[in-house]
């Protein structure tokens, strides 16, 4: 069984930054994903960014590259989402999860998620 806790979340004025840790346990993640997904209310679930945890290959949804980096730390079994240049429209619940499929943006394709961390920004 693999727990994933996400924690960073916040409330940041627009053009600020945050960074959401995902705390991962219960397996070694070597050939796995992890990936960022975020809900906004109303809205489906949408793909944010992901990393493969083992070559560090990486692919991000095209409304927050060159703004958004995710990194994952082997040793603390962490992953990261450093997220800059924030905006009102980036205001959502973030979700990180794990998937044995090779670097997806497809939900469907992650078996564990976390609970999820609050990110609101103002304008």
């Known amino acids: 069984q693999v727990q994933l806790v996400e924690s960073g979340g916040g409330l940041v004025q627009a053009g600020g930054s945050l960074r959401l840790s995902c705390a991962a346990s219960?397996?070694?993640?070597?050939?796995?994903?992890m990936g960022w997904f975020r809900q906004a209310p109303g809205k489906r679930r949408e793909f944010v960014a992901a990393?493969?945890?083992?070559?560090?290959?990486?692919i991000y949804a095209d409304s927050v590259r060159g703004r958004f980096t995710i990194t994952r730390d082997n040793a603390k079994n962490t992953a990261y989402l450093q997220m800059n240049s924030l905006k009102p429209e980036d205001t959502a619940v973030y979700y990180c999860?794990?998937?044995?499929?090779?670097?997806?943006?497809?939900?469907?394709?992650?078996?564990?998620w976390g609970q999820g961390t609050q990110v609101t920004v103002s304008s």
């Open positions: 999860a794990q998937s044995k499929i090779t670097l997806t943006a497809r939900g469907e394709a992650y078996e564990y």
């Open positions: 219960g397996r070694t993640f070597s050939g796995y994903t």
């Open positions: 990393i493969r945890w083992s070559e560090g290959t990486r």
